[in-house]
């Protein structure tokens, strides 16, 4: 039985590679915004290529990502547009195979875990985004931030078994924060490994000091270069891309889309008995808390379908009475909501350093993108979980199979309906 299993999973993975080298070649655009911000990201390789630093015309930079990668590929990369797709499609190809290293490095029980095979299939689950799929073959810049992740992940495990701890912290943390700097709402990373490291019974500890020192030391060019920084955000805040302004509203997007990534593990981690029990003895509470949620957020705008993820499209679709759309849409939301936290709490409580912080940040984001979560959440319970690897072995092709009826309806929803 364990050979079949294992047999399986090594033909989806090489399933998934292959569909991904397609899918480069065919052009997939299974995540909707690929050939809408390939000029936009064209423009900004042509410009910083094209010029000395001290040249940038800034104004003509159009993205709300700091230039880090550019001026990385800039040191090794010919000025050709051909050369520009390969070497991001090339980055993306092998972030599982690096994500598939660091979680050997990090120990489990391989026999348990029916030896590699187990684990590289998950690190390719990563190829089931339509998000990153799309990033990769559309010369995006996201993919390169989970690269950047995934690596400062390899030095953090090996801080857990204290080798080395001066060069694997300073390596652990640049990392971080270059992915921080690849893409802000990575900011999450270097904030987790922050309260990861920091020893919070020792506060004098001479690790904490080396800890604090290091990361104000790479958060400073955010101080240093402060107008350079604010500037080059402000450039996209033209009218018809504006994203910086606030809004609570956004909060219900934001726990709509997590609730596609959510469930499916929230289902591995309680049993249908338990779920039974959560719900009964918390029913009230639940009902209240529904009927709270939906009042504070009954005037919530549903005028631009741009942004709020595949939950609110599907809706916005079947759901033509406004009414009735948020008496079905907003429930789900706070739903989300008291299912994300709960889970957190109860099971995964490294995950509230990533629903604490995004429930404020994109509060300020005017459009909340279903890319902005995926497959950030999954990543980030592979990569800080400690039982997520363990729980989800007798569940994981049934997962894919949930993960891949997403993509199937993302990539059909783009190819064939819009």
């Excluded at 929230?266 to 719900?279: A, C, E, S, T």
Aim: with cysteine; charged share 15%.
């Amino acid at each position: 039985m364990k050979i079949k299993k294992t047999h399986l999973l090594d033909l989806l993975s090489f399933s998934l590679i292959l569909s991904f080298v397609l899918g480069f070649l065919f052009n997939e655009n299974s995540a909707g915004g690929g050939e809408g911000d390939f000029g936009h990201i064209l423009n900004n390789y042509e410009l910083i290529f094209g010029n000395s630093f001290n040249d940038i015309d800034w104004s003509k930079y159009r993205d709300s990502r700091f230039p880090l990668d550019y001026f990385i590929f800039k040191l090794y990369l010919p000025t050709s547009l051909d050369y520009w797709r390969l070497n991001i499609f090339f980055i993306s190809l092998i972030t599982p195979l690096i994500l598939f290293y660091v979680l050997k490095k990090k120990n489990y029980d391989l026999d348990k875990l029916e030896k590699n095979s187990y684990l590289l299939f998950i690190a390719f689950f990563i190829f089931i985004s339509p998000y990153f799929r799309t990033s990769a073959f559309w010369m995006l810049r996201e993919n390169i931030g989970y690269l950047f992740w995934i690596i400062s992940m390899l030095f953090f495990f090996n801080l857990e078994k204290n080798s080395n701890i001066t060069i694997n912290l300073l390596a652990c943390l640049l990392f971080s924060y270059m992915a921080f700097y690849s893409s802000q709402n990575l900011f999450i990373i270097p904030l987790t490994n922050f309260f990861l490291l920091f020893n919070f019974k020792k506060i004098l500890d001479k690790k904490n000091l080396y800890l604090v020192l290091i990361n104000l030391i790479f958060f400073s060019p955010l101080i240093i270069f402060f107008e350079f920084f604010k500037n080059a955000i402000q450039y996209i805040e033209i009218d018809e891309i504006n994203r910086i302004t606030f809004s609570y509203y956004k909060i219900a997007d934001l726990f709509g889309i997590i609730l596609i990534y959510i469930l499916p593990f929230f289902l591995i981690y309680f049993n249908p008995g338990q779920i039974k029990d959560i719900i009964y003895k918390n029913f009230k509470i639940i009902v209240i808390f529904l009927i709270c949620f939906s009042f504070i957020f009954w005037n919530y705008p549903n005028e631009d379908f741009l942004s709020g993820g595949a939950l609110r499209k599907v809706l916005n679709i079947l759901i033509s009475n406004e009414i009735l759309f948020k008496l079905i849409y907003l429930p789900i939301c706070g739903f989300s909501m008291l299912v994300s936290f709960y889970f957190a709490f109860k099971k995964e409580k490294t995950l509230l350093f990533l629903l604490l912080p995004y429930t404020i940040f994109f509060t300020f984001i005017n459009y909340i993108f279903q890319e902005y979560l995926d497959p950030i959440l999954l990543l980030f319970l592979i990569l800080y979980s400690k039982n997520f690897i363990y729980l989800i072995k007798s569940k994981i092709v049934y997962l894919f199979i949930y993960f891949l009826t997403f993509y199937l309806g993302a990539f059909s929803y783009y190819t064939f309906i819009i």
